[in-house]
Nanobody
């Protein structure tokens, strides 16, 4: 079984920063691709950023230049550093860990609210 646990969500003011963490089971951390998704109220879940086992990253347009995804092997964690946050970034953020294109594992989500 693979465990995926997000943390770090909070209420932050516009233009603020936040760092989300996704802890993944140690026995699969080095071979799984990890995606960060988000889902705003009334909207479909959307992909935000992806990092491969080797550290190759991709970002959706909404995240480019503001968000950074990274792997921290020491604690089996994938982080999402979010800067210059906007009200439109308000959503529940989910971590998804997968082996290639096979069905993977979701975390429970962490709420990010950007509001003054």
């Amino acid at each position: 079984q693979v465990q995926v646990v997000e943390s770090g969500g909070d209420v932050v003011q516009p233009e603020g920063s936040l760092r989300l963490s996704c802890e993944i089971s140690k026995h699969v951390f080095n071979i799984y691709t990890v995606d960060w998704f988000r889902q705003a109220p009334g909207k479909q879940r959307e992909l935000v950023a992806t990092i491969s086992p080797r550290g190759t990253t991709t970002y959706q347009d909404s995240a480019k230049g503001r968000f950074t995804i990274s792997r921290v092997s020491a604690n089996n964690t994938v982080s999402l550093q979010m800067n210059n946050l906007k009200p439109g970034d308000t959503a529940v953020y989910y971590c998804y860990a997968r082996f290639g294109e096979k069905a993977g594992y979701w975390g429970q989500g962490t709420q990010v609210t950007v509001s003054s």
